[in-house]
Nanobody, 116 residues
Framework: QVQLVESGGGLVQAGGSLRLSCAAP????????LAWFRQAPGKEREFLAAISWSGSNTSYADSVKGRFTISRDNAKNTVYLQMNSLKPEDTAVYYC?????????WGQGTQVTVSS
């Protein structure tokens, strides 16, 4: 089992920005497409954004398109999610995983709370 480690969450006011990071300690995932997801209380886990192994292709959910940007640094085995213009409805636990998701890769996530 490989657990990814997400970080960078926190409390931010509406309209603010955060950058999340996700790494796989001691393991390379440069060959995999990766994605970010989130889960709000009482809701199903939601796909947000994906990036190809090379970083040349990305895709986004309509709910975050134009506000969030996914990127990766394969030399650092890290994938990022830059989140701008945050809204209270973005409050959730954020996770990264392979794309499509692998059950063995889910980590603990990082909490993002956006206050109004």
């Amino acid at each position: 089992q490989v657990q990814l480690v997400e970080s960078g969450g926190g409390l931010v006011q509406a309209g603010g920005s955060l950058r999340l990071s996700c790494a796989a300690p001691g393991r390379s995932f440069s060959d995999y497409a990766l994605a970010w997801f989130r889960q709000a209380p009482g809701k199903e886990r939601e796909f947000l954004a994906a990036i190809s192994w090379s970083g040349s292709n990305t895709s986004y959910a309509d709910s975050v398109k134009g506000r969030f940007t996914i990127s990766r640094d394969n030399a650092k085995n890290t994938v990022y999610l830059q989140m701008n213009s945050l809204k209270p409805e973005d409050t959730a636990v954020y996770y990264c995983n392979r794309e499509p998701p692998d059950p063995d890769y889910w980590g603990q996530g990082t909490q993002v709370t956006v206050s109004s």
